[in-house]
């Protein structure tokens, strides 16, 4: 029989327009379990062998993806070739300490965040990277967009769009 967390994982995963076969829930259910938030392909190799599910590197990356663009999984903002996921999908901010390549989650207000850049911009002048992931629907389909106004000064040039 089912555990209920089994059968909530499988109703979100319906819910998000994924297919809900064993393997996924086990895996969501594991990524959710995992007492670290912020995972590469290789901790989550590591995680799926400790826990006996069985899948191979290239299916495993699949379904992260899979997860991370159904909204089930965040992609952590990262200037690093290897993608990193978050296993708390909402939105929220990260500080990455460079030294020791430590993640924390910021789960504060936009007023709270943006004292925390002011403070860290003053105590470290140039030397701190704001780096921010604009998802595809706030970014929108007409590159020529100007956004100034509404966001408070980000725009986006005639014909280019941002990295991702």
Do not use: C, K
């Amino acid at each position: 029989m089912p555990r209920v967390e089994d059968m909530a994982l499988r109703e979100e995963l319906q819910r998000a327009g994924l297919p809900a076969p064993r393997a996924l829930v086990r895996l969501l259910a594991l990524l959710r379990d995992s007492p670290e938030t912020h995972l590469r392909l290789a901790d989550v190799m590591r995680l799926a062998a400790q826990n006996e599910l069985p899948t191979g590197q290239l299916g495993l990356a699949r379904q992260l993806e899979s997860l991370a663009d159904h909204g089930l999984l965040g992609r952590l903002p990262t200037t690093e070739a290897e993608a990193v996921f978050d296993t708390v999908p909402e939105a929220h901010a990260h500080l990455i300490y460079e030294e020791d390549a430590q993640v924390v989650d910021l789960h504060v207000s936009p007023e709270t965040l943006l004292a925390i850049l002011r403070h860290a911009l003053a105590a470290w002048p140039g030397e701190v990277a704001v780096l921010a992931r604009l998802p595809a629907r706030a970014a929108g389909s007409d590159a020529s967009v100007d956004r100034t106004a509404a966001d408070g000064g980000f725009h986006r040039p005639s014909g280019q769009g941002f990295p991702r």
